[in-house]
Each structure stands twice: as C-alpha cells, then as structure tokens.
C-alpha cells in the first residue's frame, strides 16, 4: 500500500452526546488509495466516526482535515465542499422514494448543478457498472436489501470522491448479496479510490484493509 | 437550475408529508391575514369616513358689507388656491339667510327685523387636516373685506380625534394578531420541517448547500402563503359580498387591497419560517 497523500487526518479527536462521550482522543490517519477497516461492536461509535468525517457531528476536543477541509468546519461553502468531496454509504439504506433509481444514483451530481442530461448519462453508466441499469425507472424502495445497496455504492461513487465513507454496508445483506457489495468496493479500491468501511462482522475485505479496532472511544490496531 | 428544481421538491415534499398541518398552516394563516385584512380594511373604510365627513364641513369667511366685485373675487381666488381646498363658493347674504331659514323653520328676518346675515365665502376641502384649517383660518382674517372666519373646530377636532384613537386601536390589535399568527404558523411548519428532518440531512450530507437547503424552506413558505393569501381573499370577498347584502349598502374593497392581502399573507408566512424551523435548522 503507497501513502502518497493523506485524504483524511483525525487528531486527538473527542465527540459523542450531552450526556455520553463516544470517541475519546481519537486519532486516525487515511492515506490516498487506502482500504480502511474499522471493526467495532455495536455502539462502539463507528456510526459516529463516519459522522465526524462528514462533519456531521460536532467534535468537542481535537482537530482534523478531510479532503482538505479542516474539523471543526467554521463555514457553510467548506461544509458544502467538504461533503461534495466525499461519498457515503448508509447502514440503513436511505434514498428519496419519490425519484426513481436513475434519479437516485445521480443525486451527488444534480446537488453539485451538473445539467440533466449529464445527471442521466453517468447515472445510466454508474448503475450499469452495479448491475442495476433494468431497474432505473423502478422506485428504490422496490429494490432488495442487496440492489439497494449496490444502489447506494454507485450513488456514492459517481461524483468521484476523494474519500468513500461505508457505514456497516453489509449489515443488513445475506451472504451472497455481502459478497456483491465487497465486490464492488473492492474493485473501487483496485481503481484507486480511498475507502474506510466501519462494520461489526468478518469481511472478505479484511485481507487487502487497513485494520483498527474501535473500543471505548479509541483506535487500536 | 437542478438545484433549485431539487429544493422546489423537497419544499412541496415537506408540505406534503403532513397535510394536516399543512393545512392547519395554511387555515391559520388565511385566518390571521383575514383578521388583519379586516382591520386594514376598517381603517380604510375609517378614513374614507372621514374624508366624505371633513369634505361635509367648511370653512365660512364671512364678508364685510359692502365689498366690491374685485375684492371678492380677489379673496376666492386665494382661498382657491389654499391646499386641500376643492371647492369655493360666494353665498349672498340674501341666499344665507334663506338656507338658515329653512335649516331652523324659523322666520329670522321678522324676528330681527332685517337680514343679519353677512355675505360669505364657503371653502369646502376633499380631504385636509387641522393644520390646514388653521392656517387658512389665520391667513384669511388678515385679508381685506373679511371680518370674521369661522368653522366647526370642535366638532372637528373630535370627529379627528375619534379616527386616531380608532385607527391607534385598530393597529395595535393588528400588530397582535399578526405576532399570534407568525407564531402558530411558525410552529406548524416547524414540525412540518421536523418530521422531515431526515431527508432535509440526507441532502446536506450529500452536499447540499445552506443556500439551496434556506430556498428549500422559502418555498415551502412561499407555498403556504400564497394559498393562505388566495383564501384569505375569498373569505374578504364572501364578507363583503355577504355584508353588502345584509346592510343593504355596497363594500367593496379595490383590487390592490386584495393583492396586499397576498403580500400579507406571503410576509407572514415567511416571517413565521424565519422565527421558528429556521433558528434550529443547521447540519
């Protein structure tokens, strides 16, 4: 693995609730073109973690900088570019059930104002590249657990971000279905894309990832 | 333009995901609008009032006997030309003492044995204040061939009085029910925003600007106020229609009260956004 890059630095990073600190002087560095695996149980704040880095979940102590923009995030614009610059997998799928999978997939790019017909054409190809492409005019409610998360694999992917955030993907999937979605990241990766995937069972990932293990607020390796 | 067509849906989506609120929003609004349409519109009506009683009175400069053609003539000219005034006229004494013989049923020339009515000018306004009067009354008792000026002061400064308090009142309950109104209207469609709030996070995780996520709440206030204001209109129009027909007397209101009810309803709505779901609203 070559760190050419760091995409995403955590230092001395405390968070959590009113009542509850969830990540106690955390730090964690991701290199460009990283696999990085965060295996915790449940409640271990791994959730958390992903929110973080998304600047979703404000940090009490400490300072970070993902995709080249510093934590705790001061401004609206360096949020907005922030989250423009870094793709994200839910553990609970969620997607817009009015839009269809085609309008789905394409979200990243019609927030960031591509043209409509550019939000179709690389979203035609995302869902190509997942296997989805006879299900676009569906609903993604209509889905299964697996499609809906390869759905949310290639939504996550089509604006090329720099850093690829998975919140437990295989959660919810059978085996088969797991495999699927291992698949798919792992190609990712294969082409250069800077992953951290949290999750709280084995994965056939484990071989080729950067491995911490999250417990009582902290990294270890 | 793709960004703005998403924060169109997403704004209709929020109304849309509890319509009972949504239409609790609008119901309140058109509701609160109606009321402050109501008083706006009674202290339209109030001054209309005023004016048609203000252009009932006159002033009457009296004149001396005597007075020659080009002094009178001099005298209506300048009263003429006094702001405000809409209408001059020369009252012989003869024609004076006929109007108050008729006012009174009374014969006045037997009883004092000759007229002793002076002949005098009459200065009726469209629409003036005191200050006006006052100053034509001043200014005219300094004017060659006029003895006395005179108008019904007192009653004058009650009838203005009598407005301003009205019209004082008739605004502070306006301002009350405006600040009831943006408060319930805020409330609803802050748990409107709330129960939504999910995908309102969902797009900002996926970068959704502030910007773009603030239009997206403008034009679910945009919405609910320009159907508030619709059907605060009609119920205006229904309410005066009824009301001419229960007085017998035509009320109508000119179009562009109807279109400051819409502005009203607009403004209040977006006011009520920006007081409630806004205050808490960052990702």
């Known amino acids: 693995m070559i760190m050419s890059a760091t995409v995403a630095e955590l230092n001395r990073i405390t968070s959590g609730y009113p009542n509850r600190v969830v990540l106690s002087d955390l730090s964690l560095s991701i290199g460009k073109g990283d696999l990085v695996l965060i295996e915790g149980a449940s409640g271990a704040g791994k959730s958390t973690l992903i929110r973080v880095l998304m600047a979703a979940q404000p940090i009490t102590r400490g300072q970070g900088i993902v995709a080249g923009t510093m934590l705790p995030v001061l401004e609206s614009s360096s949020l907005t570019r922030l989250r423009r610059s870094v793709g994200i997998v839910f553990q609970a799928p969620r997607f817009l059930p009015q839009e269809s999978v085609l309008s789905n997939v394409a979200l990243p790019l019609a927030i960031a104002g591509l043209p409509a017909r550019e939000c179709r054409a690389k979203g035609t190809r995302a869902l190509m590249d997942v296997g989805l492409l006879a299900h676009a005019r569906k609903k993604p409610q209509d889905l299964s657990g697996g499609e809906q998360t390869r759905l949310q694999i290639a939504r996550a992917l089509i604006h090329q971000p720099l850093l690829l955030l998975a919140d437990e993907p295989f959660a919810h999937l059978d085996p088969d279905s797991a495999a699927e979605a291992e698949e798919l990241l792992c190609t990712a990766h294969q082409r250069g894309m800077t992953i951290l995937i949290t999750t709280h069972r084995e994965t056939g990932l484990a071989e080729k990832a950067c491995r911490y293990k999250l417990e009582n607020g902290r990294l270890s390796e | ?283």
């Open chain 2, 1 to 283: 333009m793709r960004t703005l067509h998403l924060a169109f849906k997403l704004g209709l989506g929020t109304l849309r995901s509890r319509p009972t609120l949504t239409i609790l929003a609008v119901g309140l609004l058109a509701l609160g609008t109606v009321v402050l349409g109501g008083l706006f519109g009674a202290i339209y009506l109030l001054r209309g009032l005023e004016g048609e009683l203000m252009s009932g009175l006159s002033v009457e400069i009296e004149l001396v006997a005597g007075l020659s053609e080009h002094d009178r003539t001099e005298i209506i000219t300048h009263a003429e030309q006094w702001p405000g005034a809409e209408f001059v006229q020369y009252v012989p004494a003869e024609k004076l003492l006929d109007e108050i013989q008729h006012e009174t049923g009374e014969d006045l020339r037997a009883l004092f044995g000759s007229n002793p009515f002076p002949p005098i000018i009459r200065v009726q306004f469209g629409f003036a204040d005191q200050s006006v009067l006052d100053s034509l009354t001043e200014a005219a008792r300094q004017w060659e061939g006029v003895s006395t000026v005179a108008y019904p002061k007192k009653l004058w400064g009650e009838i203005s009085r009598l407005m301003d308090r009205l019209t004082g009142n008739l605004g502070i309950a306006a301002f009350v029910f405006a600040l009831i109104a943006v408060g319930l209207v805020g409330l609803c469609l802050r748990a409107q925003v709330r129960n939504r709030m999910e995908s309102w996070e969902f797009l900002s995780l996926f970068g959704m600007s502030q910007a773009t996520l603030n239009l997206a709440l403008l034009s679910h206030e945009l919405i609910v106020g320009i159907t508030g204001g619709i059907l605060a209109c009609g119920i205006l129009l229904l309410s005066t229609v009824g009301l001419s027909w229960l007085l017998l007397h035509t009320i109508s209101f000119p179009i562009w009260f109807y279109l400051s009810i819409c502005l009203l309803s607009i403004a209040l709505s977006v006011l009520a956004g920006l007081f409630s779901p806004r205050r808490s609203f960052r990702f």
